[in-house]
């Protein structure tokens, strides 16, 4: 059985991380698509450190719930027959127990060197502009995925989506490519696929089922 699983920040929202895209989705006025893009970055370095300085310190906060462990469980009992394919910048499914993660928008706790391309564990603030451990002379930024950028690894995720027998989207909205593309890519190669979401997701119409409710009730339920 190959299972590819997508999560998105609605996995994240019991353990007290925002999602985007919610009421409370607004950073500072600002919606995600004004502040995570590199012309955003190029305007104001400052105030985009301080949006993902304040993340990461944030997530000495928070602990994964049960929908993260329930993960974990599903990757011991499958190994490499799980993709498990995040969205999300945050730690929680390392923390919950997974192993092999695949963060396809980067990590929070990593920074990314502007002029080597080289990328570097981070846990404290980057809004010092440190300079780069491997070349050490550039400038660092938040090793994340921005509008317009191209996210990592997709062709690894491409490959396991074609191979899939079961295609699974955890608490993301679909509002954003490609992974909103993923179900009709996984569907296109014969997954069966399914939706797990607090509520229909702009992409539910193309799921062959739908559970809408608590990621942390949803996910055990349907991994046990
Ligand atoms: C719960 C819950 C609970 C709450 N239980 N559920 C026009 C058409 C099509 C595409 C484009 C277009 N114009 C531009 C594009 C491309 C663009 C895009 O998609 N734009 C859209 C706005 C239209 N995409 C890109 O630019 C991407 N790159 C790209 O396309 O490159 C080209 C390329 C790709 C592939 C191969 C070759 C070339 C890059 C996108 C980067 C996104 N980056 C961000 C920021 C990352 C860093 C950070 O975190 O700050 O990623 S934006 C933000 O949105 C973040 C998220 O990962 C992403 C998705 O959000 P998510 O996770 O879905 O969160 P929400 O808040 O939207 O939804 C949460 C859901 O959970 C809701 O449904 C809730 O109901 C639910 N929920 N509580 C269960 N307890």
Same mark, same amino acid.
């Given at each position: 059985?190959?299972?590819?699983?997508?999560?998105g920040a609605?996995?994240?929202?019991?353990?007290?991380?925002?999602?985007f895209?919610?009421?409370?989705?607004l950073?500072?006025?600002?919606?995600?698509?004004d502040?995570?893009t590199?012309?955003?970055?190029?305007a104001s370095?400052?105030?985009v450190?301080?949006?993902?300085?304040?993340?990461?310190?944030?997530?000495?906060?928070?602990?994964?719930?049960?929908?993260h462990?329930a993960?974990?469980r599903?990757e011991?009992a499958?190994?490499?027959?799980?993709?498990?394919?995040?969205?999300?910048i945050?730690?929680?499914?390392?923390?919950?127990?997974?192993t092999?993660?695949?963060?396809?928008h980067?990590?929070l706790?990593?920074?990314l060197?502007?002029g080597?391309? +080289?990328r570097?564990p981070? *846990?404290?603030? /980057?809004?010092?502009f %440190?300079?780069?451990? #491997?070349?050490?002379?550039? =400038?660092? &930024?938040?090793?994340?995925?921005?509008?317009?950028?191209i996210?990592?690894?997709?062709?690894e995720i491409?490959?396991?989506?074609a191979?899939?027998d079961?295609f699974?989207?955890v608490?993301?909205?679909?509002a954003?490519y490609?992974?909103?593309?993923?179900v009709?890519?996984a569907? +296109?190669?014969?997954?069966r *696929?399914?939706? /797990?979401?607090?509520? %229909?997701?702009?992409g #539910?119409?193309?799921f062959? =089922?739908? &559970?809408?409710?608590?990621a942390?009730?949803?996910?055990?339920?349907?991994?046990d």
């Amino acid at each position: 059985m190959k299972v590819v699983v997508l999560t998105g920040a609605g996995i994240s929202a019991e353990s007290g991380v925002p999602t985007f895209r919610d009421a409370d989705g607004l950073w500072e006025g600002h919606r995600v698509e004004d502040v995570a893009t590199p012309e955003a970055y190029e305007a104001s370095p400052a105030a985009v450190h301080r949006f993902y300085d304040a993340r990461r310190a944030a997530l000495d906060a928070v602990a994964p719930n049960p929908a993260h462990t329930a993960l974990a469980r599903l990757e011991a009992a499958l190994g490499d027959g799980l993709l498990l394919v995040t969205q999300n910048i945050d730690d929680l499914h390392e923390r919950g127990g997974s192993t092999r993660v695949h963060h396809m928008h980067g990590e929070l706790r990593s920074a990314l060197c502007r002029g080597c391309g +080289g990328r570097t564990p981070w *846990t404290g603030d /980057l809004g010092d502009f %440190p300079p780069c451990p #491997s070349c050490g002379v550039t =400038e660092l &930024r938040p090793d994340v995925v921005w509008f317009g950028e191209i996210p990592y690894g997709m062709d690894e995720i491409q490959d396991a989506l074609a191979e899939a027998d079961l295609f699974v989207s955890v608490g993301t909205s679909g509002a954003v490519y490609p992974a909103a593309g993923f179900v009709q890519y996984a569907a +296109g190669y014969g997954a069966r *696929t399914l939706e /797990l979401n607090l509520v %229909p997701s702009d992409g #539910s119409h193309l799921f062959d =089922e739908c &559970r809408h409710g608590r990621a942390g009730d949803l996910v055990p339920a349907w991994v046990d």
